[in-house]
């Protein structure tokens, strides 16, 4: 049988949620694309709207949902991006490292945007 | 058995002109993938205003005049803010097409129209993007 090819080690953990993390982001960020610029304008923005949005629970649990999957599939992909290049060694540990703290800012960041919406006082 | 293969770096982009299909997907699925976590990031950092807006008073947000509301409608007044976000569209639109593509190559459908569907993924970006154009500038001008 002729070798196919991945970029990924195929079978792994991470491999997995890179693919699963992948179909459930294709059906969301056509859901957030649709919602925020054809059914609502983008010169239509305003705190009141986007609070209106989030204090829903059921958008306000997508929109975490959708925040955690996009930064671990967007951070994932440059680790292996960079791996692809011949990253290995001490920079690949400090890379790693690096990654995983942007992502946690980036998340925090995010829930605490999405608290300020929402009315939660935790922000 | 299975054995390993050496095949030294992935990507050696000076052999560009040698580039198959399949290599090209890869290549704009990696620089697509770098476009979007890029904005991700700047993404958030523009919503952050949100914090500081949820501390105006309600009559400021009820107006309009909260420093999230001004910061998106100031950007959103800006044409190129509109050319750009039709590019992001097309980014988007394009990473998800090629990554449908993707999924279905691992589970083993299509292998043998890879190229095709590489050419069907880059034709309907192009007219999802050109369709999408109106709604993305209006009232811009």
Not at chain 2, 118 to 137: D, H, N, Q, R
């Amino acid at each position: 049988m002729a070798e196919r090819y991945s970029s990924f080690k195929s079978g792994g953990r991470m491999w997995l949620l890179q693919r699963i993390t992948a179909a459930f982001l294709l059906v969301v960020l056509a859901f957030h694309f649709f919602l925020l610029h054809f059914v609502h304008h983008a010169d239509e923005v305003s705190f009141l709207a986007s609070s209106a949005r989030m204090e829903q629970i059921s958008y306000y649990s997508l929109m975490i949902l959708f925040l955690v999957t996009a930064t671990f599939h967007g951070v994932n992909g440059v680790y292996n991006a960079l791996i692809n290049q011949g990253l290995t060694g001490t920079k690949r540990t400090v890379i790693k490292w690096t990654l995983v703290a942007a992502s946690a800012v980036l998340i925090v960041q995010g829930v605490r945007t999405a608290n300020a919406w929402a009315g939660i006082g935790l922000y | 058995m299975s054995q390993s293969y050496n095949r030294g770096l992935i990507e050696d982009f000076s052999r560009w002109k040698e580039f198959e299909a399949g290599m090209w997907a890869w290549i704009f699925h990696k620089f697509t993938g770098w476009v979007l976590i890029g904005y991700l990031f700047t993404h958030i950092a523009v919503l952050s205003t949100g914090i500081p807006a949820a501390g105006a008073g309600e009559a400021a947000i009820m107006a309009g005049e909260d420093v999230y509301t001004q910061t998106i409608v100031s950007l959103e007044s800006l044409l190129l803010v509109r050319l750009l976000e039709v590019g992001l569209l097309a980014v988007a639109v394009f990473h998800m097409l090629n990554g449908t593509r993707l999924l279905l190559v691992d589970l083993g459908v299509g292998l043998d129209a890879q190229d095709k569907s590489f050419y069907a993924s880059l034709i309907l970006t192009g007219a999802i993007t050109v369709a999408s154009v109106p709604t993305f500038i209006a009232g811009a001008f």
